[in-house]
């Protein structure tokens, strides 16, 4: 297995661009994950998914953020309009069994975001 | 909200010492508690977990206690080695997972 697939590994744009972030988990895994990760606050649950149902956004920072889960093999993050704010690694995750990250996380690689 | 606090945010010890991470968590009810790793550069990796019917586990030189009553747990590498050195986060779960701030382990020679 490939692990959790995350493209791209790096983005930069600019203030105001509409940024996607894409994840693909492992197979057969059933919840998902993404955090945000900078120095001064750590690692951040932003949103979780199981079974492609979004069940907790609470961490979604503002409506600029949104995150889908078409199906079982894709998901995405989307920002928009991006701000200088953002820039953070973004990671997606992945676990297979109940809700909330109650067994093991598989992390991928991140993507870094840059917003100038 | 919830919150899960770790210490030290920093942490030196002498190779082939002992280095303790301590994390406590506001939540009751939490029941699964793991540990992760990340290297430079790296994406976090589970080195071991607890859930709160156990009080202890350990794997070779890594432990893992847990204090429900106090709402507190600990994270313990015996023997420390170069390849120790990284941030440690602890984490604590119920119906969402919250991640402690991290701790970077520096091993010196």
């Known amino acids: 297995d490939a692990g959790v697939i995350q493209s791209p590994r790096h983005e930069v744009t600019e203030m105001g661009q509409e940024v996607t972030l894409r994840c693909k988990p492992i197979s057969g895994h059933n919840s998902l994950f993404w955090y945000r990760q900078t120095m001064m606050r750590g690692l951040e649950l932003l949103i979780y998914f199981n079974n492609n149902v979004p069940i907790d956004d609470s961490g979604m920072p503002e409506d600029r953020f949104s995150a889908k889960m078409p199906n079982a093999s894709f998901s995405t993050l989307k920002i928009q309009p991006s701000e200088p704010r953002d820039s953070a690694v973004y990671f997606c995750?992945?676990?297979?069994?109940?809700?909330?990250?109650?067994?093991?996380?598989?992390f991928g690689p991140g993507t870094r975001l840059t917003v100038l | 909200g919830e919150n899960v606090e770790q210490h030290p945010s920093t942490l030196s010890v002498q190779e082939g010492d002992s280095a303790v991470i301590k994390c406590t968590y506001s939540d009751s009810a939490s029941n699964y508690f793991p540990w992760y790793k990340q290297e430079l550069g790296k994406r976090p990796q589970l080195i071991i977990d607890i859930r709160s019917n156990v009080g202890e586990k350990k794997d070779q030189r890594i432990a893992v206690t847990l204090n429900k009553t106090a709402k507190h747990f600990s994270l313990h590498i015996t023997e420390t080695q170069p390849e120790d050195s990284a941030v440690y986060f602890c984490a604590a779960s119920s119906d969402k997972i919250i991640f402690g701030k991290g701790t970077r382990l520096h091993i010196l020679p």
């Open positions: 995750a992945s676990s297979f069994g109940g809700r909330a990250g109650r067994n093991e996380q598989f």
